[in-house]
């Protein structure tokens, strides 16, 4: 069976879609995660219950809103880009030639 090398670029229907999920979950898992352990060891070190700990969980927060923005419009930008791109290819060009030959061939007709 011959390589189409068309289609070797070509994912399948789902992976943009999950690797979407997982860069975005990664964006809300992982700031909140480092801020929470961060916290409560500051808070631990320096006595400081349960500042710290509010203020690295808050800061991790918006760091987690910031990149979800950041990536939810990238990924907007990028849809946008492939329907403008899907609209300039289905407006199909009229070659000069064809549409002279196809008028000397209804005329033979």
């Known amino acids: 069976m011959p390589i189409n090398p068309e289609k070797k670029d070509e994912q399948a229907w789902w992976q943009p879609a999950l690797q979407m999920f997982a860069r975005l979950s990664g964006w809300i898992v992982a700031p909140l995660l480092l801020g929470l352990a961060l916290g409560k060891w500051l808070d631990r070190k320096f ?63």
């Open 47 to 109: 006595d400081t219950a349960p500042w710290l700990f509010l203020a690295s969980t808050m800061l991790a927060f918006l760091i987690s809103m910031f990149a979800l923005v950041k990536n939810a419009m990238e990924e907007y930008r990028k849809i946008e880009k492939d329907q403008n791109s899907q609209k300039n290819n289905s407006n199909p060009r009229i070659d000069s030639n064809a549409s002279n030959n196809d008028l000397g061939n209804k005329s033979k007709k």
